[in-house]
């Protein structure tokens, strides 16, 4: 099936900036599925964002929505594209109710067609027993699905959901990753943002991991995760870290990583000879790790481990 969004060599510099916010960024996002977008502080997520809502004009590059240009779409049918950014995007003085009212206004909704989106988006978020509460009385989970309803109005197509988590508590954040599924499942194109690995592991078809303006990765999350099938994580006592890669290297391509060791196993290899030979150098096996490469951990390869501001 064509994907219904597809962003194709999307660059874009800032005014007096050294770099590239965007180097070359392309992507798709097919209906009915989530793509996971992953990247750093500063990796450029913000500035797609920015495109994809309208905010920001293409320099370079093309973003298209079922083969038509974004800024054809956005001057047709621009409620067919929604975000729920990070910042809370309401009117605290407000009360729910009236924000869903005012907001249905803003998506081109009128009459029985506005009060009927505002009970559906109410009752999609279960926020019902708080139509009539200021918002700014909210609490975080609260506010977050407030957001989302908000969003919800126009019944889009492509929803963009940037850190929708933020904040919460665990019973909202759960809600609230339901919620997206059963979104995509209903047959949305879903953009979900998130620091969380947990989160992207949990609902996303494809991860798309972006640093510097450039996507590193773009692959089915599964296959993500078989990236690692034969590699072999160990933490040793009485072995320092150097002496633990010797040990290892010749079953495979040994690297020395955080507090332990990494070894990329040979085709044939096995990692029972592998942790035997670190008992017989005298080592104790602390924590060792086979197989399917945890996404947080991939992450942190590509885009390596030094803080962000």
């Known amino acids: 099936m064509p994907s219904m969004l597809e962003v194709r060599d999307l660059a874009y510099r800032y005014p007096g900036a050294a770099e590239p916010a965007l180097a070359g960024v392309?992507?798709?996002?097919?209906?009915?599925?989530?793509?996971?977008?992953?990247?750093?502080?500063?990796?450029?997520?913000?500035?797609?964002?920015?495109?994809?809502?309208?905010?920001?004009?293409?320099?370079?590059?093309?973003?298209?929505?079922?083969?038509?240009?974004?800024?054809?779409?956005?001057?047709?049918?621009p409620t067919r594209i929604a975000v729920a950014p990070q910042e809370y995007a309401f009117f605290p003085a407000l009360t729910v109710a009236e924000n869903l009212a005012c907001f249905a206004g803003a998506?081109?909704?009128?009459?029985?067609?506005?009060?009927?989106?505002?009970?559906?988006?109410?009752?999609?978020?279960?926020?019902?027993?708080?139509?009539?509460?200021?918002?700014?009385?909210?609490?975080?989970?609260?506010?977050?699905?407030?957001?989302?309803?908000?969003?919800?109005?126009?019944?889009?197509e492509l929803?963009?959901?940037?850190?929708?988590?933020?904040?919460?508590d665990p019973q909202s954040r759960a809600f609230l990753l339901d919620a997206v599924r059963r979104l995509a499942d209903g047959g949305a194109a879903i953009i979900y943002t998130s620091h969380y690995m947990d989160e992207i592991e949990a609902i996303a078809d494809r991860v798309v991991i972006v640093d510097h303006g450039r996507v590193l990765r773009d692959a089915p999350l599964a296959d993500l995760h078989a990236e690692g099938a034969r590699q072999l994580r160990v933490e040793a006592d009485g072995l320092e870290r150097t002496a633990l890669a010797a040990v290892l290297a010749p079953f495979g391509t040994a690297r020395e990583e955080g507090s332990g060791v990494v070894v990329d196993l040979l085709a044939d290899g096995d990692p029972a000879p592998a942790l035997a030979a670190v008992a017989a150098a005298g080592g104790t096996?602390?924590?060792?790790?086979?197989?399917?490469?945890?996404?947080?951990?991939?992450?942190?390869?590509?885009?390596?481990?030094?803080?962000?501001?």
């Open 159 to 168: 929803i963009v959901l940037d850190e929708p988590t933020v904040g919460v």
């Open 285 to 309: 096996v602390r924590r060792a790790r086979y197989g399917e490469c945890s996404l947080e951990q991939l992450f942190l390869d590509l885009t390596q481990r030094t803080l962000r501001d």
């Open 107 to 156: 998506a081109r909704l009128h009459g029985a067609k506005a009060r009927e989106r505002a009970a559906a988006c109410l009752a999609f978020a279960q926020l019902e027993r708080f139509a009539g509460q200021r918002a700014a009385r909210l609490s975080g989970g609260l506010k977050r699905r407030l957001n989302l309803a908000i969003a919800l109005l126009p019944e889009p």
């Open 26 to 77: 392309s992507l798709a996002a097919g209906r009915g599925a989530v793509l996971g977008l992953l990247g750093p502080n500063g990796a450029g997520k913000t500035t797609l964002i920015s495109h994809l809502s309208g905010q920001l004009p293409i320099q370079q590059g093309a973003i298209a929505i079922d083969g038509v240009s974004l800024a054809e779409v956005r001057r047709q049918a």
